[in-house]
């Protein structure tokens, strides 16, 4: 099929302004937060250190003190050019502390994601063409179980296991890639199969029921009937035309997994978003924890445009609607 770049151009253009509108949404309510919580933030943030000069002083600093429209305005302008403010705690800029704790998140998550990959597509593709057989019911009975599982308490099993009782894992600790690349493997292997496990136990039934359905395609079937062999149908027909479904999935778990492992980077000690999230809020830093959101809902729609992209590209026929 030829590609007409108008129609390329106008998919495109959908999807970056259905995002800006989102984006626009995520900034009103990251900015109600503050104002929605119960309470006064700044005497919260302040706790035993409350003085009425250091009140005054924080509340002016974070512009606490002026009309709700003019905050409104100034923190959308401000969040655009990337100044998210200072934080309560340290007085640290939020986009710089943030920043530093983003390549651990993300190496997790990549981590994560490319365990999950590697067990859920054989998994959910050997399930589905097996459908009602033995083997079918084995994968899943474990994905179901997989899916089960708190992940901190998979978390603390996997550190039982391999770290207390065979000693060949850390249990914590954190070393960039860029700085040594044998440690960082050998610590990101637990917290990354943390992830990788319970991901691949929601991505296998995805996949399944994708290639269940795609099988069950009349052109599936009048290619089984030409007398093509099974393994040139599957590949050519089933995975090719399960690759969609699949890829919005892996989309979803990755903003997931970049945005939600809060709980996994506690319990393995890993200075990422997620714990840093969970020292804000134990320290009622507003600013920070406004911060994280938007960082984490701007992770979440450019992984959602990211994938949209991957769809024209896999099928033509969703660019050109």
């Known amino acids: 099929m030829k590609i007409q770049p108008a129609r390329v151009l106008r998919f495109l253009g959908v999807r970056v302004l259905s995002s800006a509108v989102?984006?626009?949404?995520?900034?009103?309510?990251?900015?109600?937060?503050?104002?929605?919580?119960?309470?006064?933030?700044?005497?919260?943030?302040?706790?035993?250190?409350?003085?009425?000069?250091?009140?005054?002083?924080?509340?002016?600093a974070s512009g606490l003190d002026r009309p709700l429209l003019e905050q409104f305005l100034t923190y959308v302008g401000r969040a655009l050019t990337g100044d998210l403010g200072v934080s309560f705690r340290n007085g640290q800029p939020v986009a710089t502390t943030l920043l530093e704790r983003l390549p651990a998140t993300v190496s997790l998550a990549v981590v994560g994601l490319v365990i999950a990959l590697v067990i859920a597509i054989p998994a959910g593709i050997w399930s589905a063409l097996h459908e009602g057989r033995v083997s079918d019911v084995i994968v899943r009975l474990t994905s179901q179980f997989g899916v089960s599982i708190p992940d901190f308490w998979?978390?603390?099993?996997?550190?039982?296991?391999?770290?207390?009782?065979?000693?060949?894992?850390?249990?914590?600790?954190?070393?960039?890639?860029?700085?040594?690349?044998?440690?960082?493997?050998?610590?990101?292997?637990?917290?990354?199969?943390?992830?990788?496990l319970v991901a691949?136990?929601?991505?296998?039934?995805?996949?399944?029921?994708?290639?269940?359905?795609?099988?069950?395609?009349?052109?599936?079937?009048?290619?089984?009937?030409?007398?093509l062999p099974r393994r040139v149908v599957t590949s050519r027909h089933i995975v090719r035309g399960a690759l969609v479904p699949v890829l919005t999935i892996a989309g979803i778990q990755l903003a997931t997994i970049l945005g939600g492992v809060v709980v996994v980077e506690v319990v393995f000690a890993w200075p990422g978003l997620g714990r840093l999230v969970y020292e804000a809020v134990a320290a009622r830093d507003y600013p920070l924890i406004q911060g994280a959101v938007l960082l984490v809902a701007v992770m979440f729609i450019v992984v959602n445009l990211i994938v949209d992209v991957l769809y024209a590209i896999a099928d033509p026929r969703i660019r050109l609607s």
């Open 200 to 227: 691949a136990a929601i991505m296998t039934r995805y996949i399944r029921a994708a290639v269940i359905d795609v099988a069950s395609a009349g052109y599936v079937r009048t290619a089984v009937s030409k007398g």
């Open 22 to 60: 989102v984006l626009l949404g995520v900034l009103i309510v990251v900015f109600a937060l503050v104002h929605l919580v119960p309470g006064d933030p700044v005497r919260l943030a302040l706790g035993t250190r409350y003085t009425d000069e250091a009140y005054r002083a924080l509340r002016a």
């Open 154 to 196: 998979l978390g603390m099993l996997l550190i039982s296991l391999f770290s207390v009782t065979l000693g060949i894992l850390p249990a914590s600790g954190y070393a960039p890639i860029t700085e040594d690349p044998g440690r960082w493997l050998r610590q990101v292997a637990l917290p990354g199969l943390t992830v990788g």
